[in-house]
């Protein structure tokens, strides 16, 4: 008799153990992404610099992040702010230096907090030792770059070798009278395409990962990784052959999306140069336990971005970040086309491996301004509470909105590039890197500088992280509270389901061991009425976990499944009461 109890609670131990697989740390933490020149400014110059991130690295701690990936420090000239790097070795001087990095990682770790890095394997410097060697006709630096003879037209006029464009508008190559040929720059002229063909790069780039990885970085987030390779030349006579056009409604022949990147982007070659990375990283764990992370950044299809997982055999990245909630939808799309970009990922992701969500970067449009500014919490619930692991942009947790620069005020070649004083802003991304917002004093709290590398944006003196924190209704403190929720078995483990009610409102369960959570966010102004218990087991009464800013109900608050009443650009969490 006793055994007829026994058997089904052994069962039920069984599976719960087998479903509460022991997670790793980056399967469960929050990835914080810093800009640093916009975070904090420590000496007064009106740049952000390593010290200001080390003064801040309790308040990562008390959003609940574990992590944070920092945008490039490294010794540069600053034509693409950092992503032009002259040596990857080093620290650059108006960020700080290499003392300084050393103290950051040991206050990080300190508090429990693992530190990411910018990776940028496709370029460098054009202002690098490399590249000028190169021009001394060093041999060794000039094939740690790609060169390529000009082609004179008809009228004796030297031209570029092809029609490839740079990803911020106009040929991608550069001539270079030292040497009389053109180098390849898939980015500014600032950012000289590094050769992959050449194992002297491969091992160089390899030792770069090296360095930092000793430094005590959890890893790293790969820059423009879809731009590694070149198609091999060898197999067209030796020259570069013209890129296709594309067949977009684009009139302007500089422009990249002119082309289609057959052979300049997502080459074979790539991957194995992923999975070669991810062996280093696997040595570092092999030796010390702790897994390093990688993060790719490709904006691409889903069977492309999933190649970087891993080909099956060999593995690769952990997070080919999921960028759908930046490039498939907008605050205009529909409660069904966010269900499908939501699902486009989980449905394609290798099954034993996790999802990401991504919303916002230094290269986007921010959420406020994407979506609206009432969507910020809804956006942070997704990105928070969807299966997988969150990256959030410096800003996001309070709902900063994109600043307003001016044609004379921008600095970001991809708006300067246009030369259009009219229309840079729709291809500038300053608007989204404008100094992180403190506090109402001068500069939001940002800096003591007269000026900042960027203006602050205005409305800064409401918000900001000061007054959200004394605020009890909040983005920062809706932010804290799915943090902490994101914490629960059902969150970590559990399994998800979706729906769209009707066109403005998405709802998701996530349920595990017999806890069940719905959130619903309603992306208009129409309220409606809901019946929840469309979900199976969501019947009786619903508490309120998490409410947004401009939500009625607050978190204890209960409500019948069979019918919530949904109020406009309302998102919330409830609960199931056992
Ligand atoms: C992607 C980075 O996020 C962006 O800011 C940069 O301009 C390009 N890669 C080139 O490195
Ligand atoms: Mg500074």
Same mark, same amino acid.
């Given at each position: ?26 399967? %469960? %933490?929050?990835?914080? $992404? ?35 990936? +920092? ?95 740079? @990803? ?30 050449? =194992? ?8 770069? +990962? ?11 987030? @790969? ?10 030349? &060898? ?9 296709? *056009? ?39 764990? &092999? ?7 990688? #993060? ?9 971005? #999933? ?9 690769? &990245? $952990? #997070?080919?970040?999921?960028?759908? *909630? ?23 992701? =290798? ?31 997704? @990105? ?9 942009? #410096? ?45 109402? $004093? ?16 205005? /409305? ?28 629960? =078995? ?12 009707n066109s403005d409102v998405l709802a998701f369960k996530r349920w595990h061991n017999g806890e069940t959570y719905v ?20 019947? /009786? ?8 800013? $401009? ?28």
């Open positions: 008799m006793r055994n007829l109890f026994i058997l089904p609670l052994l069962f039920f131990l069984v599976q719960t153990t087998k479903q509460s697989k022991d997670l790793d740390w980056w399967e %469960t %933490t929050i990835f914080y $992404q810093i800009y640093p020149r916009s975070f904090m400014d420590s000496d007064g110059d009106g740049i952000g610099d390593l010290n200001g991130i080390t003064s801040k690295l309790e308040y990562l701690k008390e959003l609940g992040v574990g992590a944070t990936w +920092l945008s490039p420090m490294f010794k540069s000239p600053m034509y693409d702010f950092g992503y032009d790097i002259a040596d990857f070795y080093d620290v650059h001087d108006e960020y700080g230096t290499m003392e300084d990095f050393e103290k950051l990682i040991a206050k990080a770790n300190e508090l429990d907090i693992k530190i990411v890095l910018d990776f940028v394997p496709n370029h460098g410097s054009n202002e690098s030792v490399w590249f000028e060697e190169a021009l001394r006709g060093h041999e060794k630096y000039f094939d740690y770059f790609v060169w390529e003879d000009g082609v004179v037209d008809e009228n004796g006029i030297l031209r570029p070798p092809n029609n490839w464009n740079s @990803v911020f508008r106009k040929s991608a190559w550069e001539y270079r009278e030292e040497v009389g040929k053109y180098y390849l720059h898939q980015f500014v002229i600032g950012q000289p395409d590094l050769n992959y063909r050449n =194992p002297d790069v491969v091992e160089e780039m390899k030792n770069v +990962l090296k360095f930092w990885l000793d430094k005590g970085v959890a890893g790293f987030r @790969v820059d423009a990784i879809s731009h590694l390779f070149e198609v091999d030349k &060898a197999k067209f006579d030796g020259m570069y052959p013209d890129e296709p *056009l594309s067949g977009n409604k684009i009139e302007d022949p500089e422009s990249y999306d002119y082309l289609d990147h057959i052979y300049t982007k997502d080459q074979d070659e790539t991957y194995d140069m992923v999975y070669q990375w991810r062996d280093i990283f696997d040595e570092y764990k &092999a030796k010390d336990g702790l897994t390093r992370v990688m #993060m790719t950044e490709v904006y691409a299809s889903p069977d492309v971005t #999933m190649r970087y997982f891993g080909d099956g055999e060999r593995e690769g &990245a $952990q #997070m080919p970040f999921n960028f759908v *909630l930046i490039t498939d939808v907008d605050g205009s799309s529909s409660a069904a086309e966010i269900k499908y970009a939501i699902d486009k990922f989980l449905t394609f992701k =290798p099954i034993d491996k996790l999802a990401n969500w991504v919303a916002g970067n230094h290269d986007n449009s921010r959420v406020a301004s994407r979506f609206s500014p009432e969507l910020v919490d809804g956006i942070n619930m997704l @990105v928070l509470l969807l299966p997988g692991v969150a990256v959030t942009y #410096m800003g996001e947790e309070i709902g900063m909105v994109d600043g307003y620069i001016s044609w004379e005020d921008t600095v970001d070649p991809s708006g300067c590039n246009t030369d259009d004083p009219i229309n840079y802003w729709t291809a500038s991304r300053d608007p989204e890197r404008t100094p992180f917002q403190w506090n109402a $004093q001068k500069n939001a709290g940002f800096s003591s500088a007269d000026k900042t590398w960027l203006p602050v944006a205005d /409305g800064y003196e409401t918000l900001n992280v000061e007054v959200q924190q004394a605020t009890e209704r909040s983005h920062i403190n809706v932010y804290k509270a799915l943090a902490r929720l994101r914490t629960e =078995p059902a969150f970590r483990h559990g399994r998800y389901e979706s729906v769209a009610f959130a619903v966010i309603n992306f208009r102004d129409e309220v409606y009425n809901l019946d929840l218990t469309y979900f199976e087991n969501v019947t /009786g009464q619903l508490e309120v976990i998490v409410s947004s800013v $401009q939500s009625p109900k607050s978190s204890g608050d209960v409500v019948e499944a069979d019918g919530v009443q949904i109020e406009a650009r309302e998102s919330i969490v409830l609960k199931v009461v056992q």
